[in-house]
């Protein structure tokens, strides 16, 4: 037979060879260039790893320790390791944090399934194995989880914060500061980072960041506020104009009297809008027409609300407006003819402190807009988190490993159940994995013991990065958890010591669903590698 089209990495350009031979070539350098791509990120691991600098193709620099955003850097064109940088990216989209870690426990399993492809395992074999070994560490980790009393929820998902933060760039400028930010903006927003609005400012230093309970719009001229505390509001939907006859007509002005008259009548229709909210109580009325005119309201129209002590200003933004109604309470009014209704004051809300504040240069004069804030400390619109800096390379890592610190901890409010850091709970998994091989086939070696040897990567990096002897650590803390002490886990910190010690009371915390995802995610990426026996490239036919 003849084959047209081209074939690369890891494929064979003959027919003649053996099928076997073909599939384990392209395996051996599939899982060579993830090996490359995972030794890339290898040294950002942990609170004292190193740090990338990156040069764009504009020359733009950057320098980070996000793991996700060094792979997107690169250009990998070799099909499988693309996997392994798509694999960082979901993680971070899902987890925001361990985006590093993933790519590094993926790539051990790609190794030790490599030996074992030369050892004589099959590939059927060791997919089985890795997909049972992975759903014995997920149900295994449900018994080192944690929970904490209510009373102390923001102490413990400050050390999450920190945990978190550790490795990052800025952790050396504000890592306290910005780990109670952290804490501060979650518990505002009710663990949806949908509702947080992150603004940077290029002055000043990270420790002068700042969170508002609220939002800020851009200053419409020549407003005037008529009270700043518990500010009644009223919210249009519909134009200030007098609305259309339902029987079409055909209308001539002829003199200027017939124009004066069609004046009158539209400030009528206005003066009756306006009377109608001062009865109300209404101090501010927003309008925003959903339309794609972005004209503010006429100098006739605002004189006559501030003749009444009513602040109005016209949106262009539908979803900053829709923001306010749900940080506000109120319903907002889509007809003229809703205004007249009888339960017309339940569509009034409520804005806790209205003022106008110019934040920098960079950003100018705006409307800041606060909504009231709960009993309990929380609000239920967007929370608006001002992240400052002084170069905007250094705002932009900011603002990643802020990100990341916050989607750890929207993750606490999906599972509020917590395991420790430190390479305790990869130590665990791993004595776990070999207890349950020694029970049935003792001292044989096969792909569970291979994943179990595997999990060592992220205790044994994590030592390496800081300086100490990775291997000889990790064996002494593993033969700890043998003994049942499934607590320990690596001292980083100290200079003198072990290496390791129990970290119940080190503040080291992690949430469970975190670690469970690294793990899933981690296995299903390296059996989707090695499925792979062939890469094709361009149009392949067989004649």
């Avoid at 590094?104 to 194995?129: H, N, P, Q, W, Y």
């Avoid at 700043?228 to 009223?234: K, R, Y």
């Avoid at 749900?326 to 804005?351: D, H, M, N």
């Amino acid at each position: 037979r003849r084959v047209h089209g081209g074939i690369i990495q890891g494929t064979c350009a003959t027919a003649t060879m053996d099928v076997g031979d073909c599939g384990l070539r392209c395996r051996r350098e599939n899982i060579l260039a993830c090996r490359s791509v995972a030794s890339s990120v290898r040294s950002m691991l942990g609170p004292k790893s190193n740090d990338k600098f990156i040069i764009e193709e504009d020359g733009h620099v950057l320098i980070t320790n996000d793991g996700c955003t060094a792979l997107a850097s690169m250009k990998v064109e070799q099909p499988a390791a693309q996997l392994l940088v798509q694999l960082s990216r979901v993680m971070d989209i899902e987890a925001g944090d361990g985006t590093t870690s993933v790519v590094i426990f993926a790539s051990a399993l790609l190794d030790a399934a490599l030996d074992l492809l030369e050892k004589g395992f099959t590939i059927v074999r060791i997919i089985r194995d890795f997909h049972q070994a992975a759903q014995v560490c997920t149900s295994h980790l449900e018994t080192l989880q944690f929970s904490i009393p209510s009373a102390q929820r923001n102490d413990l998902l400050l050390q999450i914060a920190r945990t978190s933060l550790a490795s990052k760039v800025v952790s050396q400028v504000a890592h306290e500061e910005l780990a109670r930010l952290s804490v501060a903006a979650i518990n505002a927003s009710q663990g949806d980072i949908n509702q947080l609005k992150v603004v940077t400012v290029c002055e000043g230093s990270l420790t002068d960041s700042e969170i508002i309970p609220g939002m800020f719009v851009n200053c419409p001229e020549g407003l005037t506020l008529h009270g700043s505390n518990t500010v009644s509001t009223a919210l249009l939907q519909f134009s200030l104009e007098k609305p259309e006859s339902t029987v079409k007509q055909r209308f001539t002005a002829k003199t200027a009297e017939d124009i004066d008259r069609i004046f009158r009548e539209e400030e009528q229709f206005i003066k009756s809008v306006v009377i109608a909210f001062k009865k109300l109580g209404a101090k501010v009325v927003i309008i925003c027409t959903g339309s794609m005119s972005i004209q503010p309201l006429p100098e006739s129209v605002i004189q006559l609300f501030q003749r009444a002590k009513i602040s109005a200003f016209k949106m262009d933004s539908s979803q900053e407006f829709q923001a306010i109604a749900r940080g506000c309470g109120a319903t907002p009014f889509v007809s003229y003819e809703q205004i007249f209704e009888p339960a017309v004051k339940s569509r009034l809300g409520c804005i806790h402190r209205l003022y106008l504040r110019n934040f920098s240069e960079s950003l100018g004069k705006k409307l800041v807009i606060e909504f009231p804030i709960s009993a309990e400390g929380l609000s239920s619109a967007v929370t608006t988190v001002i992240l400052k800096g002084g170069t905007p390379a250094f705002l932009a890592e900011a603002e990643r490993a802020f990100h990341d610190a916050m989607c750890v901890l929207r993750n606490t409010f999906r599972k509020p159940s917590f395991v420790l850091g430190g390479g305790v709970c990869e130590l665990g998994l791993s004595s776990c994995l070999e207890s349950i091989e020694d029970t049935a086939n003792r001292f044989a070696w096969n792909p569970t013991r291979a994943f179990a040897q595997a999990l060592r990567i992220i205790p044994m990096t994590l030592a390496q990065n800081s300086g100490l002897d990775g291997f000889k650590i990790c064996e002494r803390a593993l033969s700890e958890h043998r003994t049942g002490r499934n607590t320990v886990g690596l001292d980083l910190e100290s200079s003198q010591g072990e290496g390791f010690k129990d970290l119940r009371d080190s503040g080291i915390v992690e949430p469970l669903w975190n670690k469970q995802r690294q793990i899933s995610m981690a296995t299903e990426a390296a059996i989707a590698v090695l499925r792979i026996d062939q890469i094709l490239q361009g149009d392949f036919n067989i004649v």
